[in-house]
């Protein structure tokens, strides 16, 4: 099976600063790896994935994530974060053979203050 | 509209009540998956549907929970003589190609909140 750790609960940041939020999985199969954002009272909206070649993905809202198959890490970052980031973001895992069966992280509250 | 569409946002049962949980794909969608999310916890897998074909479920958490798609298209999460531990928000999902296939987007929707009282 897999599974996903999202250390920190909570990231709190000001604005225009840049910003990590952080992601670690198991897996004994190939994987792929997602990151998703909740805005309050809404659905999870997909920021971007990772399904095979450069390990740099480059998603929406100007956030970005590496895969680092060594590390078993998938970690978000963001350049410049704006007070309209503020959401829980989730990082997600599947398994090549049972895409979209997504294995989801606890989440990471961004708090980004003016 | 276009999305995935939950009905009703918001519901309340006491303890011991069945409750009935829908969900509107979006339209000419194949696979649909249900989840479920405690509060301050990520979704969890309960369940999985290829048309009217339920091919995983295997995170059902009890016989008291039950789905169904019966035309492919809307589904039906039923929940059997609630419980606290029920409480969570209840998200469906749709793709539009087959279970397995990649470089696909699931789309999520907004999800019902259930509490028991």
């Known amino acids: 099976a897999q599974s996903v750790t999202q250390l920190d609960s909570q990231v709190p940041v000001f604005e225009e600063a840049p910003v990590e939020l952080r992601c670690n999985y198991s897996?004994?199969?190939?994987?792929?790896l997602f990151w998703y954002v909740q805005y309050p009272n809404q659905g999870l909206q997909l920021l971007l994935k990772y399904l095979s070649g450069s390990t740099l993905v480059k998603g929406i809202n100007g956030f970005e994530a590496e895969f680092n198959k060594s590390q078993t890490s998938f970690h978000l970052r963001k350049p410049s974060v704006h007070i309209s980031d503020t959401a829980e973001y989730f990082c997600?895992?599947?398994?090549?053979?049972?895409?979209?069966?997504?294995?989801f992280g606890s989440g990471t509250k961004l708090n980004v203050k003016p | 509209g276009a999305g995935v569409s939950q009905s009703p946002r918001y519901k309340v049962a006491k303890r011991g009540q069945d409750v009935a949980l829908r969900c509107d794909p979006i339209s000419g969608h194949v696979s649909l998956f249900w989840y479920q999310q405690a509060l301050g916890q990520g979704p969890e897998f309960l369940t999985y549907f290829q048309n009217e074909a339920q091919l995983d479920k295997s995170g059902l958490p009890s016989d008291r929970f039950f789905a169904e798609r019966p035309e492919g298209s809307v589904s039906t999460l039923k929940i059997q003589r609630t419980q606290q531990e029920d409480s969570a928000v209840y998200l469906c999902?749709?793709?539009?190609?087959?279970?397995?296939?990649?470089?696909?987007?699931?789309?999520f929707g907004q999800g019902t909140r259930l509490t028991v009282v």
């Open positions: 997600a895992v599947s398994a090549e053979y049972n895409f979209n069966k997504f294995y």
């Open positions: 897996s004994s199969v190939s994987v792929y």
């Open positions: 999902a749709s793709s539009s190609k087959r279970q397995g296939t990649p470089n696909t987007e699931a789309f």
